[in-house]
């Protein structure tokens, strides 16, 4: 049975609760899904087609060393009249979708959250990650959300959680949006990290103000 995770709360990624090595972490798929507030419904509501603007939710990944530092921050690309930057480096976002080592890769860019299920996820082969990573933070950020007045406070059923190669669920952290919310357009969501040779997983549904995952990122480089 899947644990349904508080903030602040880790578990070991090899054992469900009753301490048991049940999960095959050869590859761990990380889900992040979400839902757009419906507006109130009546007349009025009706007519303005009763639901907010699209919201597009990022989810990105660092992958840090035993520092808790980003080491390689990748490189600049050109690609058409767009330049890219932070390609094939450390983190894993909508623009390097895939690491380097091969061995984490975000599946796409979900940019409204419809559907049922996990609008983005991130797959990491656990087992055969290089050793100097020792741990990866997930985060989710609304693009533009200050811009677009766009924040948490308007977002509902945000989940994210953990998935074993053979598609069983290990834990779930959900955070519906409040009032605490509001405002928020950036969350770090959990993090994957090694500790004595195994892997834990830990909610962490720290809100930020900031929509750029780059403000977020100063935290982990020199």
């Not at 757009?36 to 840090?64: I, P, S």
């Not at 989710?140 to 953990?162: D, L, P, W």
Request: net charge negative; charged share 25%; aromatic share 10%.
């Amino acid at each position: 049975m899947a644990i349904n995770l508080q903030k602040g709360q880790t578990i070991d990624l090899r054992k469900n609760d009753k301490g048991e090595n049940v999960y095959d972490l050869s590859q761990v798929t990380i889900g992040l899904g979400w839902d757009v507030k419906q507006t109130k419904t009546g007349f009025f509501g009706k007519l303005l087609g009763g639901k907010e603007e699209e919201y597009d939710l990022d989810a990105v990944a660092f992958l840090l060393d035993s520092n808790d530092k980003v080491a390689n921050l990748g490189r600049t690309i050109s690609r058409g009249s767009q330049q890219i930057i932070l390609f094939e480096g450390d983190i894993i976002y909508f623009n390097s979708l895939k690491h380097p080592s091969g061995q984490i890769w975000l599946t796409g860019d979900n940019r409204t959250g419809e559907g049922d299920g996990d609008d983005e996820q991130i797959i990491v082969r656990l087992n055969t990650l290089d050793e100097k990573y020792q741990k990866i933070v997930f985060l989710v950020t609304i693009y533009q959300g200050r811009q677009n007045n766009q924040h948490f406070g308007k977002v509902e059923n945000a989940f994210i959680r953990a998935v074993d190669a053979k598609g069983k669920e290990i834990a779930k952290f959900s955070l519906s949006g409040n009032e605490s919310m509001n405002g928020k357009c950036s969350m770090i969501f959990s993090e994957l990290y090694r500790h004595n040779g195994e892997w834990k997983f830990r909610a962490i549904g720290e809100a930020n103000q900031t929509d750029s995952f780059i403000d977020l990122l100063k935290r982990y480089t020199n």
